[in-house]
DNA sequence: CTCTCCATGTAAATGGTTACATGATTCA
DNA sequence: TGAATCATGTAACCATTTACATGGAGAG
């Protein structure tokens, strides 16, 4: 179980709602992981069930009620469990790389749209991430606040992923230049 | 379905039995894309029955007969089509980046391990892949290949697949050293 | 009065991993 | 004689996605 382990990661520093869990899935944790809202609150009632987590229904005024969620002594020990055993490598699963592959099979310019769309896409990604590490830094540069934060994890992750979708940007504008100067080559006849 | 369309790709330039997609999902595919040898042969039954690809037996001399698949035009129908509809972005989701998230909640050490032996893997895998991209390209420059091929679709997931692995690597020691450095604060207590 | 945000779920279907199973050939 | 390669699967389990469901509050 994996979902698992990045709900117990995402409660080290605060303790969070389901609903709020969903926003951090948005932002910050969308950096390596995603999860549907319902994927999460189920996991959160099988984690309170295990006993990693713990719940408090907190009421709230002019708002439905809330139950926020704790990670327990108990949760932190599976979570230092589970950084003490090797991960294998991960792969990135991406149905537009297989598009790509068969791009020769299919339409070209639809191709090339779906490319610049997510070029665009991963960009703005990668935008944000950089706003979220530049609140976490504050007025320290990077190395400073590498040596001196007591909680480096999210930065590093931050990291991750800005260089993931920056690369990603760059290769998906690469393939849609290439595909379309093919798209002319084609049309043009081949001289 | 996702791997579907992966086997689909990988059938379009040859056709290959079971086992052979297992070695070329270890190879090219796994740019983009991993399956199991049981999921391989599953889906192969599931795309046969379906009448995207067709398997024909072939017999070998002292070595177990195999079935070779072979796409049908209404499995290149199919590929045009998923071609044509916009894919939505997909995510690393990898549990290593889940443990850096929460690194300070664990073992640091084991960490900085992992990290290092991800690097190397990365690294080799990033090698391997410019291997078959210089194959693919053979006396062509990378820019003359892009024009002239009549296939270009491996050739540029292959390229995401190097800039994943490289970055990939480059993070893992980066994170390494970040971690390390802390370490040997740590030790050598907070002056 | 409609749309978005807050807040939480159930149920069915699809996709992926892990464990188990078999048997011949070739190379060290 | 033991390991690696060729060759193919079944079964059980685990994880993820998609469709469906509800209801109040505040903003425009």
């Not at 069930?49 to 009421?59: C, D, H, K, M, P």
């Not at 779906?114 to 991430?129: G, I, N, Q, V």
């Not at 976490?136 to 590093?156: H, I, K, M, N």
Request: with cysteine; hydrophobic share 45%.
């Amino acid at each position: 179980m994996a979902l698992r382990h990045a709900v117990l990661a995402a409660l080290v520093d605060h303790d969070a709602s389901g609903y709020e869990l969903t926003k951090v899935f948005d932002m910050s944790v969308a950096n390596y992981w995603y999860a549907s809202p319902q994927q999460l609150y189920a996991e959160l009632t099988r984690l309170e069930e295990s006993g990693l987590i713990t719940g408090r229904e907190v009421a709230q005024d002019k708002r439905p009620n809330k139950r926020v969620f704790a990670i327990t002594d108990s949760g932190r020990e599976a979570l230092r469990d589970f950084i003490d055993v090797a991960s294998k490598p991960a792969f990135i699963r991406d149905d537009l790389l297989v598009k790509v592959h068969a791009a020769e099979a299919g339409n070209l310019q639809s191709l090339v749209d779906d490319l610049t769309e997510r070029a665009a896409h991963a960009e703005a990604k990668a935008h944000r991430f950089e706003g979220l590490l530049q609140i976490l830094r504050g007025d320290r540069t990077e190395a400073e606040f590498l040596v001196d934060a007591t909680r480096v994890g999210p930065y590093l992750t931050g990291l991750r992923g800005i260089s993931f979708e920056r690369e990603n940007a760059a290769w998906c504008r690469r393939a849609a230049e290439v595909l379309t100067a093919r798209i002319r080559a084609e049309v043009g006849g081949t001289p």
